[in-house]
T-cell receptor, first 109, second 115 residues
Framework: KNEVEQSPQNLTAQEGEFITINCSYS?????LHWLQQHPGGGIVSLFM???GKKKHGRLIATINIQEKHSSLHITASHPRDSAVYIC???????????FGKGTRLHILP | DAGITQSPRHKVTETGTPVTLRCHQT?????MYWYRQDPGHGLRLIHY???????DKGEVSDGYSVSRSKTEDFLLTLESATSSQTSVYFC??????????????FGEGSRLTVL
């Protein structure tokens, strides 16, 4: 069982829709990362958070430490948001950073 | 630009040959990681380093070794490449001030094909 679970695995939505991608993890963490990977492209860090909420443009990331859960929201989605979104956690117990399998998002014009 | 370069970016080799991938960074990151990315598996940790000569194993370390003799370079070696090691390899760097909670930066990936 992967220690970092993301849902959904795949998501197709219409342009303009509000998007939510979820990430849950099993043990205590020091930080959680959200990353973006465009098809055939590199990996870019979107957010790093250890509590509360962060916002950057149309992207919002929240984390609930007690529930061991984080969400990535995209408001007013656009076709250029089509990418794989990846959640990763830094564990308290060691220095490893473990990744979820990613959520493939496709926004239709 | 996070100053992370991977080399080579593409390599085709034959089963049984040794292969070394290099990750070079210019930002003095303490932590460096090697991942492989395969369809259906996402990014899986191979090895990581938390300082010069300090390394540890990840989830899929069998068949791989690493070395870090300088802060800026983290080498991944496949002693005897196998077809199951055909993959895209990513180097990541991050972590500041003695923690592992710094923002992550990635290299552009190295595509390795083992025939």
């Amino acid at each position: 069982k992967n220690e970092v679970e993301q849902s959904p695995q795949n998501l197709t939505a219409q342009e303009g829709e509000f998007i939510t991608i979820n990430c849950s993890y099993s043990v205590g963490i020091s930080a959680l990362h959200w990353l973006q990977q465009h098809p055939g492209g590199g990996i870019v860090s979107l957010f790093m958070l250890s509590s509360g909420k962060k916002k950057h443009g149309r992207l919002i990331a929240t984390i609930n430490i007690q529930e061991k859960h984080s969400s990535l929201h995209i408001t007013a989605s656009h076709p250029r948001d089509s990418a794989v979104y990846i959640c990763a956690v830094s564990y308290n117990r060691d220095d490893k950073i473990i990744f979820g399998k990613g959520t493939r998002l496709h926004i239709l014009p | 630009d996070a100053g992370i370069t991977q080399s080579p970016r593409h390599k085709v080799t034959e089963t049984g040959t040794p292969v070394t991938l290099r990750c070079h960074q210019t930002e003095n990151h303490r932590y460096m990681y090697w991942y492989r990315q395969d369809p259906g598996h996402g990014l899986r940790l191979i090895h990581y380093s938390y300082g010069v000569k300090d390394t540890d194993k990840g989830e899929v370390s069998d068949g791989y070794s690493v070395s870090r003799s300088k802060t800026e370079d983290f080498l991944l070696t496949l002693e005897s490449a196998t077809s199951s090691q055909t993959s895209v390899y990513f180097c990541a760097c991050g972590g500041y001030r003695g923690t592992n909670t710094g923002e992550l930066f990635f290299g552009e990936g190295s595509r390795l094909t083992v025939l």
